[in-house]
């Protein structure tokens, strides 16, 4: 008789265990197999983009935005112009000769008024733009907003936080275009909260490039695999049981005599082996293991006592009926039965 039996991954006496895989809601038992394989510890993380280092750039004249250069949401370097802004007298004569190309404008009148550009300091995103062409600003005015660098903000969850640190490969994919991946690496790892009895969760940074980013607010998610290993044992996790400090595993045995309280091992686990004993409300349904009566045995037995209550009767045969049976006619005068027994001198007969 096979049952599932818990064998443990650590040791103590071997008792009698029943048991079947639990399954998590529907309480119903599946089978699966120990076998080996490649086995990879993989951390999923999740978080967004945010600016970071933002600044703003302002109007460093009183004059007139003659061009926009840039858009919101773009990279610009510090040799790239935002806009163009106009002194009065150059706005004016700009005004007398008609929409004209600027960059001819800035070099017809460069050595007496030459507009004035609007630069990032160095290498930055735009966030923001408030200015219009033709309008007028005044020195101070707030032109753009701008972050030096954006940076990818990753969450970990506590049960992974063990497993990462700073400089680990990562990967990692926007949530709405999961298909075009990018390569990172984990910087500026810190958990969350450090010096209590708590399980913390943490974060990492990564600093985004223009050749390589997501918008502020993108929603995205990666993957980080700290360790992998060859040729191991593995199980479902599911299968698995925790009591206290230990793990068990439920599985598949061959068992021979069952008492009310024990049980022989026939194959499938080895001596010293520790196993799980769960009461009823454990099992989620499934049968126990006990001792029962073997019917067969005892119908055996029952044969060997009284072989002839229990062998099959045999056939009965009827001979067969030709036709109505012959009826005998009774004689008138009763049957002459002769016997020749000898009785002995007959007192009341006549001497001779």
Known sequence: MLINLLALLPMRPLFLAAFVFLAAQAGAATQSKVKRGDLEIKVKVTGTVVPDDIFRIKSTIEGRVESVLTSTYVWRGAD??????????????????????????????????????????????ILKSFLKPKTWVKPESLMFEAAGTLKLVARVRPEDAAWVKDGQDFTFWSVKNPKK??????????????GEKVTPG??????????????????????IIPLSKK??????????????????????????????????????????????????A????????????????????????????YEP??????????????????????PVIEDETDYGEDPYAEPQ
Not at 252 to 258: E, L, N, P, Q, Y
Request: a neutral charge.
């Open 80 to 125: 790239q112009p935002l806009a163009f802004l106009a002194h009065k007298e150059l706005a004016a004569m700009l005004d007398s000769k008609g929409a004209q190309n600027v960059d001819i404008m800035e070099d017809r009148w460069q050595r007496i008024y030459r507009p004035t550009p609007a630069r990032c300091p160095d290498t930055c995103f």
């Open 181 to 194: 991946v990018f390569k990172g690496r984990v910087t500026k790892f810190i958990l969350d909260i450090q």
């Open 202 to 223: 943490a974060t990492f940074t990564l600093t985004m490039s223009p050749d390589r980013f997501f918008e502020p607010g993108t929603e995205w998610e990666g993957q």
């Open 231 to 280: 040729d191991v044992l593995i199980v479902p996790t599911g299968a698995l049981i925790r009591d206290g400090g230990n793990v068990y595993l439920p599985i598949r045995v061959s068992t021979g005599i069952t008492t009310q309280g024990l049980t022989q091992i026939a194959a499938g686990v080895q001596d010293g082996k520790e196993v799980l004993v769960l009461d009823d």
């Open 282 to 309: 454990q099992l989620f349904g499934a049968e126990r293991h006990k001792q029962e009566a073997d019917l067969e045995a005892l119908k055996r037995k029952a044969q060997a006592q009284r072989p002839g209550e």
């Open 313 to 334: 009767e045999p056939e009965r045969r009827e001979a067969p009926t030709l036709g109505p049976a012959p009826v005998k006619k009774k004689s008138k005068h009763a």
